[in-house]
């Protein structure tokens, strides 16, 4: 790699043209998923390899088929809203939804990576997993 700076810039280019093209068609929360999602599998493989856990394949493009699926359901309604009505508010919404979904997917990998997590975010994500929250009373 002779030239590293003209790979750099290359690399710039293209994400940053990546990015403008999601923000101006889709809008600013499909563009911010995507750059949640990106963070969520970094975050994984982080606390994979801190936990000792060996990276498999298999696993990991379920789980990258599953982010992509998400995209292309997002897209289309986007799609579909922007052509039939001219607003974008549906498909930002879903986005938003799973933009949440995905922080606190962020967040449990780096509980499991170490990073202090506040008792109190720990007991929301078990409740927002189905988990019995252990403070409640009967």
């Known amino acids: 790699m002779e030239r590293l700076d003209l790979w750099f810039k290359s690399a710039l280019l293209f ?3 990546l990015f403008s093209l999601l923000v101006d068609n889709f809008g600013m929360p499909f563009a911010i998923l995507v750059v949640v999602q990106i963070a969520d599998v ?8 801190k936990e000792g856990k060996r990276w498999r394949s298999a696993i990991g493009i379920a789980g990258f088929n599953k982010k992509v699926g ?3 359901l ?8 922007v052509n039939l009505f001219g607003t ?5 919404s879903i986005a ?7 922080l606190l997917s ?3 990998n780096l509980d ?3 990073v202090y997590i506040h008792p109190k975010i720990r007991d929301f994500i078990d409740v927002m997993k189905g988990k019995e929250n252990k403070f409640e009373k009967d």
Request: hydrophobic letters at 50%; charged letters at 10%; proline letters at 0%.
């Open 42 to 49: 970094i975050t994984g493989l982080m606390a994979s390899r």
């Open 15 to 17: 994400f940053g043209g």
């Open 70 to 72: 998400l995209l292309i």
């Open 88 to 92: 974008n508010a549906i498909g930002g």
């Open 74 to 81: 997002i897209g289309l309604v986007y799609l579909i809203e």
């Open 106 to 108: 962020n967040t449990e």
């Open 96 to 102: 938003t939804v799973y933009i949440g979904m995905e």
């Open 112 to 114: 499991r990576i170490g």
